[in-house]
């Protein structure tokens, strides 16, 4: 069984485990800046289908709309999880075409990955990264 992770926009998410390239089960949640529950949602979906992480032969992780730290976290969650179960895992980010055509692409590459090889970070967009506007209480001196 292929497990997926898909992050939609900023705040949904959802877990899906894909069994022949059907989906079989699937459970959305929503998630808050500034907290993450996503491996918690896994248990809990795991748990209620009766579904072990043994079972799992590969992850996949489908990203169309995140923060720089979201992707961040959700590219550690997918790789520690294909590392431990010695899995391929694929992953795209920031695609603009259906959810269904990304996820069969993927299904595909899969297929022809035999080994784990984690995915890299891949914000494709300006980090929005700010300078402190709060008056500090030292002075830099050369």
């Known amino acids: 069984m292929i497990l997926t992770l898909s992050i939609l926009d ?6 899906s485990l894909i069994d022949r390239g059907q989906a079989k089960f699937s459970l959305a949640f929503s998630f808050e800046t500034g907290t993450d529950q996503t491996l918690f949602y896994l248990d809990k979906f795991l748990q209620k289908h009766k579904v072990k ?11 169309k709309e995140a923060g720089l730290t ?13 590392w431990q179960l010695n899995v391929p895992v694929v992953g795209k980010f920031y695609f603009k075409e ?4 990304v996820l069969a692409g993927l299904l595909a590459k899969l297929r022809n990955t035999k080994k784990f090889k984690p995915l890299k970070v891949n914000y494709q967009r300006k980090a929005e990264i700010t300078i402190s506007k709060k008056l500090q209480k030292f002075v830099i001196q050369r």
């Open 53 to 63: 992480l043994s079972q799992v032969t590969g992850i996949v992780l489908l990203v």
């Open 98 to 101: 259906a959810e269904d055509k």
């Open 10 to 15: 900023k705040n949904k998410a959802s877990w």
């Open 70 to 82: 979201s992707v961040k976290i959700f590219t550690v969650i997918t790789n520690v999880l294909a």
